[in-house]
């Protein structure tokens, strides 16, 4: 790394701040458990963003444990680093890697850090390195709920979000759960749960078996209300592909586990695609809409992901961006074109919905109503607070149709 003086200087947050300026996405990729897979998703969904033509960097913020290096075919290379600056490696592909792995004297060096240290060497790897134009940043989290990616949190206020890997045993998905209620105390927006290890590629015809557990993942994204993003099977030419240093994209693999992969980083840039949508949106509505009614569709109380048949409506009047009064009142049956003319003879103005359909958000702009879809959480009070703050966290339009 480079010395202290450079490390302690007090202009090391102006260079981190005018580093982040620089990218367009920062994308966290974590687990709440060890051994899910959580570096093998970050170093495919690089190469698949590489893959796209996006410039993509990839960085391991797993100091304790870094092998970012050895599933790229890159360990023993060296960082290059001079005057404070750190020069990633080429990992192919048009994705720039940087890892502590390329800092320490050799791959069997242990790092034995407390948190103060382990917080500085993350900001200035953060600030220092001399990437090209990135379009997107993958940061590859240790598991836990920790130093690394508290830190991460703090330093990079306007993350896009965070990829949070498990598998389908129950121990993985009760640490899924506590990861994903970290990522909402920190406020860092979850795009989406991978489920790794899900079923089984046979060897012999290639096809998706299930002698192991499945399913876990998308029951807790249901539970939790969070956008799953899709499943990647075990398969033990994954396990050699690792061990060679080669990631399963341009690779021979199976077509079926490649499949996989493209669903998700699909679904990751339809998340992006529809936060940034909804986030203009929201701002234009934080500075013109100062008195409306917005309506949010419940199902015992909290925020029902199929619009078209929750069990009422909560509908909050706002006067000067703040909340005056509440009421509650049950749909219709339900029937195409029924609903939009009924919440627009309540007054409503604005919708917050998980999902709805292009045809009914079409109707509901005919009557002068904006819909935001994707919207996460259970409370619907908190969603249009947040809605009027302009932080309201979207993912996926979760029940399009």
């Given at each position: 790394?480079?010395?202290?003086?450079?490390?302690?200087?007090?202009?090391?947050?102006?260079?981190?701040?005018?580093?982040?300026?620089?990218?367009?996405?920062?994308?966290?990729?974590?687990?709440?458990?060890?051994?899910?897979?959580?570096?093998?998703?970050?170093?495919?969904?690089?190469?698949?963003?590489?893959?796209?033509?996006?410039?993509?960097?990839?960085l391991d913020a797993d100091l304790h444990g870094p092998s970012i290096l050895k599933l790229l075919g890159l360990e023993g290379e060296r960082l290059f680093h001079i005057e404070?600056?750190?020069?990633?490696?080429?990992?192919?592909?048009?994705?720039?890697?940087?890892?502590?792995?390329?800092?320490?004297?050799?791959?069997?060096?242990?790092?034995?850090?407390?948190?103060?240290?382990?917080?500085?060497?993350?900001?200035?790897?953060?600030?220092?390195?001399?990437?090209?134009?990135?379009?997107?940043?993958?940061?590859?989290?240790?598991?836990?709920?920790?130093?690394?990616?508290?830190?991460?949190?703090?330093?990079?206020?306007?993350?896009?979000?965070?990829?949070?890997?498990?598998?389908?045993?129950?121990?993985?998905?009760?640490?899924?759960?506590?990861?994903?209620?970290?990522?909402?105390?920190?406020?860092?927006?979850?795009?989406?749960?991978?489920?790794?290890?899900?079923?089984?590629?046979?060897?012999?015809?290639?096809?998706?078996?299930?002698?192991?557990?499945?399913?876990?993942?998308?029951?807790?994204?249901?539970?939790?209300?969070?956008?799953?993003?899709?499943?990647?099977?075990?398969?033990?030419?994954?396990?050699?592909?690792?061990?060679?240093?080669?990631?399963?994209?341009?690779?021979?693999?199976?077509?079926?586990?490649?499949?996989?992969?493209?669903?998700?980083?699909?679904?990751?840039?339809?998340?992006?695609?529809?936060?940034?949508?909804?986030?203009?949106?929201?701002?234009?509505?934080?500075?013109?809409?100062?008195?409306?009614?917005?309506?949010?569709?419940?199902?015992?109380?909290?925020?029902?992901?199929?619009f078209g048949h929750c069990e009422s409506f909560v509908i909050y009047e706002i006067e000067n961006q703040t909340i005056k009064g509440t009421k509650t009142v049950a749909p219709?049956?339900?029937?195409?074109?029924?609903?939009?003319?009924?919440?627009?003879?309540?007054?409503?103005?604005?919708?917050?919905?998980?999902?709805?359909?292009?045809?009914?958000?079409?109707?509901?702009?005919?009557?002068?109503?904006?819909?935001?879809?994707?919207?996460?959480?259970?409370?619907?009070?908190?969603?249009?607070?947040?809605?009027?703050?302009?932080?309201?966290?979207?993912?996926?339009?979760?029940?399009?149709?």
């Amino acid at each position: 790394m480079t010395d202290k003086n450079h490390f302690s200087n007090s202009d090391i947050d102006q260079r981190l701040q005018a580093r982040l300026k620089g990218i367009k996405h920062i994308i966290a990729v974590m687990s709440n458990k060890g051994g899910v897979g959580k570096s093998t998703v970050s170093v495919n969904i690089a190469m698949s963003f590489a893959c796209q033509g996006f410039s993509v960097g990839l960085l391991d913020a797993d100091l304790h444990g870094p092998s970012i290096l050895k599933l790229l075919g890159l360990e023993g290379e060296r960082l290059f680093h001079i005057e404070g600056q750190i020069f990633p490696l080429n990992g192919g592909h048009n994705v720039q890697v940087v890892s502590m792995a390329g800092l320490i004297e050799s791959p069997d060096t242990p790092l034995i850090w407390r948190g103060p240290l382990k917080i500085g060497v993350i900001k200035q790897l953060l600030a220092d390195v001399e990437w090209d134009r990135l379009d997107y940043l993958i940061v590859d989290l240790p598991p836990g709920t920790g130093d690394e990616p508290l830190t991460i949190a703090q330093l990079i206020p306007d993350i896009d979000g965070t990829v949070i890997v498990t598998t389908p045993q129950d121990v993985a998905i009760l640490d899924a759960r506590k990861a994903i209620s970290f990522a909402r105390q920190v406020e860092i927006p979850v795009i989406g749960i991978v489920e790794n290890m899900s079923g089984m590629v046979c060897p012999h015809c290639k096809e998706k078996i299930t002698p192991f557990k499945q399913g876990g993942g998308k029951s807790i994204a249901l539970e939790m209300n969070v956008p799953f993003l899709g499943t990647i099977p075990f398969d033990p030419a994954v396990v050699e592909l690792a061990d060679n240093g080669k990631p399963i994209i341009g690779s021979d693999i199976s077509e079926f586990v490649k499949k996989q992969f493209d669903i998700i980083t699909d679904n990751i840039l339809s998340y992006l695609s529809a936060h940034k949508k909804n986030v203009t949106q929201m701002n234009q509505s934080a500075q013109g809409d100062t008195n409306m009614k917005i309506a949010v569709p419940t199902t015992e109380g909290r925020l029902s992901m199929h619009f078209g048949h929750c069990e009422s409506f909560v509908i909050y009047e706002i006067e000067n961006q703040t909340i005056k009064g509440t009421k509650t009142v049950a749909p219709p049956p339900h029937e195409p074109g029924v609903l939009p003319q009924f919440l627009a003879q309540q007054g409503v103005n604005c919708i917050l919905a998980g999902g709805m359909g292009q045809r009914a958000q079409s109707l509901f702009n005919e009557k002068n109503i904006k819909v935001i879809t994707g919207v996460i959480g259970d409370d619907p009070k908190t969603a249009v607070q947040e809605y009027l703050s302009g932080s309201l966290q979207t993912g996926n339009n979760c029940c399009d149709h």
